[in-house]
């Protein structure tokens, strides 16, 4: 199966399946005469005698520097080399593969004058499992993600480093053995790769999917906390939430009503809603995890226009016959929408938090035993893992601070203000991995307590999550070693087996 994308069309949806599953990618046929018609033009650009940025000059302080024309192809290979300056671990393999595509939607377009050979190429190496490797720091976000493109440029070329079929070899050596051959690239080619936002945006894709997973899982999660310390669901009525008007709230609190529908634990203590009043992480769950959502929908919304964005330069803008520089590259947008991702999965983790605090406490968690554990005394129960979870909740809080307002002038001051996109979109990975845990955390805490109310039962649907969630990890009677249980339920809620046991994306769409 290959994923045909129209460039300026590609939806969240599309670009998630290409990340989660590896599925190829390539540009529709209906891309190519678009393609052709400004790879004509950058030719007799570069043939001629007017001076055009990247074509035939140098570039950033030396654009005022003309380059011969039998010169341009060692132009284009030396910007890529020189430019080449990533550090640190390698992107991961399914984020590599997603840039790659972002930059075959941008350049599809046909205003970046890259030649269809070596858009070919870039196809036929996702096609064949060769990926390049990006060194994940370099980029400050400003024109372009010049250093992670370099990289994958060179690999375009022949340099560098590229995995096959998951194994890390030179590029040349990759692409042999894949049964392709480098490109040599024309006037303009190479200044068209690596200009662009693909690096920040995939990364900060990444972070928008995986994030709105978990928030997904938190609407899961926070509704087994509430039957497991028999919280009141009179704060779910829809007139509360109409009454205030955000989406996202009201789509919360119809999830949850639906999730719960049915807990004979909620029946058991109707009646005390009137006397009783829960802490704010029950009662506020959906404006606190629907304020996230809707911040989580606007950056995503955000992100799908910057994937379907030209952002290199100059552009070819063929309608009017010229060759323009702009600052498209500027990858703002994209900073600001990690920042907000940030944000939300800062809250959601914050929340929840509070949520596993409730039910480990034996003063608010309506006569659980203390950590939620038979024996306490003898046993600590789940003690420590509310420390983890409150360890992790406090790193993302720092993690969350902004990183769009980090300016710092480079290349001699022509970049005088940058993004620092990459930076705001890279951490979204660690906070992510940190809320699995505190979900996943949550979640055998709900789990244990709701098994305390036995014979009572929660509902149908939580009843599906209490399933799964034993099946891969046993109540806790005696004290175990437990790591390996906090890492298999991180990895319920990571692989998306907590929200779909509920069907929460349904829900919050109003789907059945």
């Not at 990618?25 to 055009?52: E, F, N, Y």
């Not at 990289?151 to 340099?159: P, S, V």
């Not at 789940?382 to 983890?388: G, K, P, Q, R, S």
Request: charged share 15%; aromatic share 4%; glycine share 8%.
């Amino acid at each position: 199966m290959t994923i045909i994308l129209t460039p300026g069309a590609a939806s969240l949806a599309q670009l998630e399946t290409i990340w989660r599953t590896g599925t190829p990618a390539r540009l529709t046929d209906a891309a190519r005469p678009a393609i052709d018609a400004a790879t004509d033009m950058v030719a007799r650009a570069a043939a001629g005698d007017v001076a055009v940025y990247g074509v035939n000059t140098g570039f950033g302080k030396l654009a005022s520097v003309r380059i011969a024309p039998g010169d341009t192809a060692q132009l284009q290979r030396n910007l890529i080399l020189s430019h080449s300056c990533g550090v640190g671990e390698a992107l991961d393999i399914p984020t590599t593969r997603l840039m790659m595509v972002l930059k075959l939607l941008s350049v599809g377009r046909g205003a970046s004058g890259l030649a269809w050979d070596t858009i070919a190429l870039l196809q036929d190496l996702l096609a064949l499992d060769v990926t390049p490797v990006i060194p994940a720091q370099g980029s400050v976000g400003a024109s372009g993600d010049l250093a992670p493109l370099a990289h994958m440029a060179a690999t375009l070329i022949g340099a560098g480093e590229a995995y096959f079929n998951g194994e890390r070899m030179p590029s040349d050596a990759a692409l042999a053995r894949a049964g392709l051959s480098p490109v040599t690239l024309g006037p303009k080619e190479g200044l068209g790769l690596i200009n662009g936002t693909q690096f920040s945006t995939a990364c900060a894709l990444a972070g928008y999917f995986d994030a709105m997973r978990n928030a997904q899982s938190a609407v899961a999660t926070s509704c087994l906390s509430t039957d497991a310390i028999m919280g009141s669901t009179a704060p779910l009525e829809p007139a509360i939430h109409e009454l205030r008007g955000h989406k996202g709230q009201i789509d919360v609190a119809r999830a949850m009503r639906s999730i719960m529908h049915g807990s004979d634990i909620r029946e058991s203590h109707r009646d005390a809603d009137a006397r009783v009043q829960d802490p704010y992480c029950i009662r506020c769950q959906p404006q606190v995890t629907g304020a996230a959502l809707d911040l989580l929908r606007f950056a995503g919304r955000t992100l799908e226009i910057e994937a379907n964005a030209v952002s290199d330069n100059p552009l070819v803008l063929v309608d009017e016959g010229k060759i323009v520089s702009g600052g498209n590259f500027h990858a703002e947008p994209v900073a600001f929408a990690a920042d907000q991702i940030a944000l939300a999965v800062a809250e959601i983790g914050a929340i929840a938090q509070r949520r596993v605090a409730l039910m480990v406490d034996p003063t608010l968690s309506h006569d659980l035993p203390p950590f939620l554990t038979p024996e306490p005394g003898l046993n600590s129960g789940l003690m420590i893992a509310e420390v983890t979870s409150a360890a992790l909740m406090s790193e993302n809080k720092h993690l969350a601070n902004p990183c769009s307002t980090d300016s710092t002038p480079t290349s001699a001051n022509q970049e005088d203000h940058v993004s620092m996109a990459a930076h705001g979109a890279r951490r979204l990975v660690r906070m992510n991995a940190n809320l699995n845990v505190i979900l996943g955390v949550e979640l055998l805490c709900a789990a244990q307590g709701v098994e305390f109310r036995a014979p009572l039962a929660t509902s149908p649907v939580l009843q599906r999550l209490m399933q799964i969630t034993r099946d891969s990890v046993p109540a806790l009677g005696a004290d175990r070693y437990m790591a390996d249980d906090l890492s298999r339920a991180a990895t319920l809620v990571s692989n998306g087996h907590v929200a779909a046991a509920c069907a929460v994306a349904n829900l919050l769409e109003g789907t059945p």
